[in-house]
């Protein structure tokens, strides 16, 4: 089994920073790719940005020049680097993972509410 386990979030001022963090661990072959999704009331999650273990990055076009992916493969994590936050940046993010264990397959984390104020 494996487990994404995110740290950070919380409340910022418009135009501020917050920095998103996540750690895979449990039975882990490898990791194909990681990155960070969001969603608010009503609206389906979409991709904020993603990483694969190479470092090739996908950002949507919507964080593009504000927000920056970066990963750690030697410690299975992911960080996410928002800044010049927006107000609808609010929204509760989720740390995403493609992994081999005994298969490939996908993981998500809990989840961890960014609320940024106007």
């Known amino acids: 089994q494996v487990q994404l386990v995110e740290s950070g979030g919380g409340l910022a001022q418009r135009g501020g920073s917050l920095r998103l963090s996540c750690a895979a661990s449990?039975?882990?072959?490898?990791?194909?790719?990681m990155g960070w999704y969001r969603q608010t009331p009503g609206k389906e999650r979409e991709l904020v940005a993603d990483?694969?273990?190479?470092?090739?990055?996908n950002y949507a076009d919507s964080v593009k020049g504000r927000f920056t992916i970066s990963n750690d493969n030697a410690k299975n994590t992911v960080s996410l680097q928002m800044d010049s936050l927006k107000a609808e940046d609010t929204a509760v993010y989720y740390c995403?993972?493609?992994?081999?264990?005994?298969?490939?397959?996908?993981?998500w984390g809990k989840g961890t509410l960014v609320t940024v104020s106007s």
């Open positions: 995403h993972a493609v992994v081999r264990a005994l298969y490939l397959a996908d993981y």
């Open positions: 449990g039975i882990i072959f490898s990791i194909n790719s």
């Open positions: 990483i694969t273990s190479e470092g090739t990055t």
